[in-house]
């Protein structure tokens, strides 16, 4: 993958999660500035998901850990545990939030 799509992947990620946190209809604030997509949570913990251009990884900072993701067969996979980006986020997101919710691209 080179940088033009490696960008326009990541965007349309990020824009993703912005979209099923929308849809989840939990209160949960975001926030997008450049790369970096911030989820705080009625708890005061914050989600970071960032992008990392020169490895081309997108990067999630939780409460309990980090990780670091790689577009793998077309999916975003953990390079450490090799769980896919969308069943992480999602249990992420429910751990923080204290409720249930499975987040998905539409």
């Known amino acids: 993958m080179n940088d033009s799509e490696y960008n326009?992947?990541?965007?349309?990620l990020l824009l993703a999660v912005e979209e099923a946190i929308e849809d989840s209809g939990e209160d949960i604030d975001y926030e997008?500035?450049?790369?970096l997509l911030t989820l705080t949570f009625k708890n005061k913990t914050k989600i970071i998901i960032n992008k990392q251009a020169p490895l081309h990884q997108v990067w999630v900072a939780t409460k309990f850990?980090?990780?670091h993701f790689e577009m793998v067969d077309g999916?975003?996979?953990?390079?450490r545990g090799g769980g896919?980006?969308?069943q992480f986020i999602s249990?992420?997101?429910s751990k923080?939030?204290?409720?249930e919710l499975i987040?998905?691209?539409q």
């Open 8 to 12: 326009l992947i990541t965007d349309e």
């Open 32 to 35: 997008s500035v450049s790369g």
């Open 65 to 67: 850990n980090g990780h």
């Open 75 to 79: 999916l975003w996979q953990d390079n």
């Open 84 to 86: 896919e980006f969308w």
């Open 91 to 93: 249990s992420a997101v």
């Open 96 to 99: 923080q939030a204290n409720v």
């Open 103 to 105: 987040l998905s691209a």
